[in-house]
């Protein structure tokens, strides 16, 4: 277990060189919401889009029918449906924030696994010297 630690090291210090990847580089916000409305699950996002535009139009009719209705049982109803919707799509928001974050994970990871392929490939051609 030492030799392999010993060999990891040294390949590391010495010549194995990798491609320079730009993990300190994020993607711009707009490529990443891009890459969410063409991947796998971009029915998904479709549908998220859609709710949060349905939500917030349903929000703005209920604070205008809100100021516009004198009776206290309206009030309290439309004031109910204003936050229930607005509710609705900031839940909305963060799961769609949470699948930015999974993307951005899932991209992390095949860099790293990147790293440790060339690693193993610049290992492997060492010891059959």
Known sequence: MNDMNDAMRSALNSEVQFEAIDSDRELPIRTQVAETFRGRFRWVAL??????????????????????????????????????????????????????????????????ELQVAKLSQGLNSKHTM
Do not use: P
């Open 47 to 112: 549908l998220a889009a859609f709710f949060r535009i349905l939500f917030l139009i349903i929000a703005i009719i209920a604070v205008v029918q809100f100021f516009r209705v004198t009776g206290t049982r309206d009030l309290v109803a439309y004031a109910t449906l204003f936050l229930a919707s607005v509710v609705a799509t900031a839940a909305l928001k963060l799961w769609y924030w949470m699948l930015l974050i999974k993307n951005s994970v899932i991209r992390e990871i095949k860099r790293l």
